[in-house]
């Protein structure tokens, strides 16, 4: 599948600027890849009158060896199927390469991330989603920003994080909250920043990425089922202001953090969870790079367990189950 938009041209670039947390990122990209991550971030778009602290080079065409591989021995820290992920201690920089596609360059410090498209599929699709978010997870981090995959979710300013791995059914129950009106933040990333001894969640106004069986729960995403994906993605693009009538709140203070897990049966059972048990359960959120930058997201993640409840959930087919029991948890 082409994910080229008709009459795109990678020699032209263009420049956008984004906002997320206080932080300007700028993203300047071939047309292909820069229509992806417009369409993917159109909720996070700014006006550019500060200056830009994180920079996104991302270029096409023939391989002219930029976005090289640094020099020395790399450690991997993320398991990409298809691809190398690897981390230089010497340099403290960040090098993806999935050959033939893809190959990017990522100094986190320096907040500069440039990326090599080698070939239109899935070079553009790898650029705007994946081998946009790690690196973007990176030099947010070394800024206090501390990212948490998780969906967020809000009633009244007071935020549920729904943190898990892929396949826990995070996207369908934030799917589920926001069809019943609460504010969406995010379906799967939220950066959590800590000032003066309160964390404040902040969404990445994503889509809401969904598979097939989640289309099929909703009559607004019937449609989508059996529909091809763009190449390298697994599901659906859903924008939540036009299927849901939501827009996304910038920001929230977490009162709950709940780890869902599909249960099969037909309603839902929240239960209390402790600290360690929470916190053993983030840790995979955290990529082991720079020492102190690790450190620094550990402590974060650990602050967040300590300040809110925690709770499981096994989540049930009826939805409604599961948002009353999450409702009973802010009430």
Known sequence: MNVRPVGANPAVRLSDTYALCGVEIEVRAPEGVAALIRSRLRFLRSPGAKPAS??????????????????GPGRPVYDTPGAELRYFDGTDQLFIDYPGFFRMLCSPAAGLVQSAVLTDSPGNVLAAYPFFTIPLIEVMKRRERFPLHAGCVARDGHGVLLAGTSGSGKSTLTAALVRDGWDFLSDDMVFLARRA??????????????????????????????????????????????VFGALPVAACRPHALVLPRISGER???????????????LAPNILLTERAATQAH??????????????????????????????????
């Open 267 to 281: 309603r839902s059972i929240l239960t209390a969870a402790s600290d360690s048990y929470a916190l053993r359960e």
């Open 298 to 331: 550990l402590n974060a993640l650990a602050a967040l367990v300590r300040e809110i409840p925690c709770y499981s959930l096994a989540t049930g087919t009826d939805l409604s189950s599961a948002g009353r029991r999450l409702r009973e948890i802010l009430d």
């Open 54 to 71: 994180v920079v996104f080079d991302i270029r096409a065409g023939r391989d002219d060896g930029f976005a090289a591989c640094p020099a």
């Open 197 to 242: 001894g309160v964390t404040s969640a902040w969404g990445f106004s994503d889509e809401i990425d969904c598979s097939d069986e989640t289309a099929g729960m909703f009559a607004e995403l019937r449609h989508l089922v059996g529909k091809p994906t763009l190449a390298g993605r697994d599901k659906h693009p859903v924008d939540v202001q036009d």
